[in-house]
C-alpha cells in the first residue's frame, strides 16, 4: 500500500454522507478492489459513479496497483465505447475515482436473457466494442480482462467497456492474473498466451472479444470444464467448434470471423482492432478458408500430447529418480 493513503471500511459511507464534494446515495457494489457508490456531485449538479478502494486492499500492492491503473486509464481515454473518468483525488488521504454514470445492463446480463442472439445484434455489439478497443490500442492501453462483466449495454444499444484495472499501458508495472489469483474469476475469456504467462497485447483483447461474441451467438462459451485447469487446458489445446454447425442461423461468414479470432496462435488471429472492426462492418468479405482449418481439426489434441498431462508424465519422472536416488543413497550407507 502507497505511504500516506488510508483505507476506509467497506459500508463507511452511508446514505446522505458526503465524502468531499460528492453526497452518497446508493451503495451500488462491492467488488475485490472498491466499494462503489451512486454519488451526486455538490459541484458540478450530476449523478456520478464514486468509487473507494475497500479494505481488501491493504497489504497488497497488486490491487492497489490495479485501482490506480484504472484511475489514470479511464481519466485519459474519451470515446463513446469507453467508461469515462471525470475526476480523481485525495479526501482524508482516502484515493478516489470518480466516473460517468451509466445507466444499462451488462453484457452478462443480456447474455443471460436474450442469447443466443440475433447475428445482427450480436454484430452490431461487437463491432462498437471493436470500435472502442481499437481506440484503446491506438492509445497504448490493452485491456486483458475483457469479459461481459466488463462492458454495460445502455438502452440505446451502446456497449460501454469498463474496469481497467489489469490494462497495459505504455511503461506501466507489470500486472498479471498471477498476482490477483484470488479475483481474476473464471479463465473463460483468457487468451492462451495468457495463461502461458505472457503479458498479451492487442491479439489478446480479439481472442476474449471472439470468445465473448461466440457466446452472444449461440449462448455458451466455446470452451468449458468442471474446473478453471480444465478450461484452460481447453484454451491451450482445443478447438472452438464451428458456430454455423453447431447453431442455426449463424451465417458462414460469421463463424469465419469468430473461428480467426479464437485462433490459439495469435499470429492466426486478425492482427488489429481495426482490421476486426472491418470485418466485422462487412461480414460478407470474411475469408470461409478458416472453417475448413476448424472443420478439420480435432476438438482437442490428443491426450499425449497434452500440456497438463505432459507436465504430469515430468513431474512423475522426476519422483522416481528422487525416490531411484535415495534408494541408491540407502544402500551405500548400509
Known sequence: MQEGYAIITPGMLQIGDQFAHFQVQEHMAQGGMSDIYLAYDLVNRRQVVLKIPDTSMIGDPAQYERFQREMEVVTSLNHPAILHGLETGQYNRVPFLVTELVRGMSLRQVIATVAPMPAERA????????????????????????????????????????????????????????????????????????????????????????????????????????????????????????????????????????????????????????????????????????LEKVNASPSSTAWWQSTAVRAVAISALILLAIIAVALVLQTLHH
Request: charged share 20%; aromatic share 6%.
Open 123 to 290: 454484430i452490431d455489439l461487437a463491432c462498437k466494442i471493436a470500435t472502442g478497443m481499437a481506440y484503446c490500442h491506438a492509445n497504448g492501453v490493452i485491456h486483458r480482462d475483457l469479459k461481459p462483466e466488463n462492458i454495460l449495454v445502455t438502452e440505446e444499444g451502446q456497449p460501454v467497456i469498463m474496469d481497467f484495472g489489469l490494462a497495459l499501458t505504455k511503461g506501466a508495472h507489470r500486472v498479471t492474473y498471477s498476482n490477483l489469483s484470488t479475483t481474476m474469476g473464471t479463465p473463460d475469456y483468457m487468451a492462451p498466451e495468457q495463461i502461458e504467462g505472457q503479458r498479451g497485447d492487442a491479439r489478446t483483447d480479439i481472442y476474449a472479444l471472439g470468445t465473448f461474441l461466440f457466446e452472444m451467438l449461440s449462448g455458451h462459451l466455446p470452451f468449458s470444464g468442471d474446473n478453471n485447469m480444465a478450461i484452460m487446458a481447453q484454451h491451450l489445446n482445443g478447438v472452438a467448434p464451428r458456430l454455423d454447425r453447431i447453431q442455426p442461423g449463424v451465417p458462414s461468414n460469421v463463424a469465419a470471423i469468430v473461428a480467426r479470432c479464437l485462433q490459439r496462435n495469435p499470429e492466426d488471429r486478425y492482427q488489429t482492432m481495426e482490421d476486426l472492426a472491418a470485418a466485422l462492418e462487412h461480414p460478407e468479405s470474411a475469408d470461409l478458408a478458416i
